[in-house]
């Protein structure tokens, strides 16, 4: 079954001590991406990849780093978590060849203390 | 700057049609997207769009025109299980690579 698997699903933590969440698909897409979602402010795009070591910023990268080692792996990695990253979050991947259709994980819901 | 309008909230009666609307201002447009969130659940897709016209999908169609920064999503036979928050994105290529920008989302209610 085609699908981007993220975990975990729920994360408390606190204040500065650093965190991954994983996003894994096996669909052999290039393209990947993370994205936080607020209420009020919609899906935001943190970081993408265009393919294996290959990351660009998105609109709101600042305090987030990701990889891209694999092409089926693409963790988000949150150094010094602060309460203003409580979000939810969701990975995403499609091809890069301009294929329309993006396949989302299920989301992360952060609470950072 | 990018940009992308749609309305907050609408509400429709089961069993009729509802046009979603969605304005965009980019630069470097490459698609529009849309896509279906249940509340709680992760995005679904729904359409797809990147010459000016309609698309056809079953009960859910989309429109778009470049030239006037314009997109629709029209839903008909409306059902319950359509009440969700429905995505308006356009897709950008900036320096030879893809970014997404999303609106804000319609939460749409069906009432029985």
């Known amino acids: 079954e085609a699908q981007v698997t993220q975990n975990p699903r729920y994360l408390i933590t606190v204040t500065g001590k650093k965190l991954t969440v994983t996003c894994s698909q096996n669909?052999?897409?290039?393209?990947m991406s993370w994205y936080r979602q607020d209420p009020g402010l919609g899906l935001r795009q943190i970081y993408y990849?265009?393919?294996?070591?290959?990351?660009d910023k998105g609109d709101v990268p600042e305090g987030y780093k990701v990889s891209r080692k694999e092409k089926r792996n693409f963790p988000l990695i949150l150094e010094s978590p602060s309460p203003n990253q409580t979000s939810l979050y969701f990975c995403a991947s499609s091809p890069q060849t301009g294929g329309p259709e993006a396949f989302f994980g299920q989301g992360t819901r952060l609470t950072v203390v | 700057g990018q940009n992308i309008d749609q309305p907050t909230e609408m509400t429709a009666t089961e069993g009729a049609i509802v046009q979603i609307n969605c304005t965009y201002q980019t630069s470097g447009f490459n698609g529009l997207f849309w896509y279906q969130q249940h509340a709680g659940e992760a995005p679904t897709f729904l359409s797809y769009?990147?010459?000016?016209g309609l698309e056809e999908k079953g009960r859910f169609s989309s429109f778009l025109s470049r030239s006037k920064g314009y997109s629709y999503l029209l839903l008909k036979e409306l059902q319950m299980k359509d009440s969700a928050s429905y995505l308006c994105?356009?897709?950008?290529?900036?320096?030879?690579?893809?970014?997404?920008?999303f609106g804000t989302g319609t939460r749409l209610k069906v009432l029985a």
């Open positions: 990849s265009m393919n294996v070591e290959v990351t």
């Open positions: 994105a356009v897709r950008v290529i900036t320096s030879g690579t893809y970014k997404y920008i």
């Open positions: 769009n990147v010459l000016d």
């Open positions: 669909m052999n897409h290039e393209y």
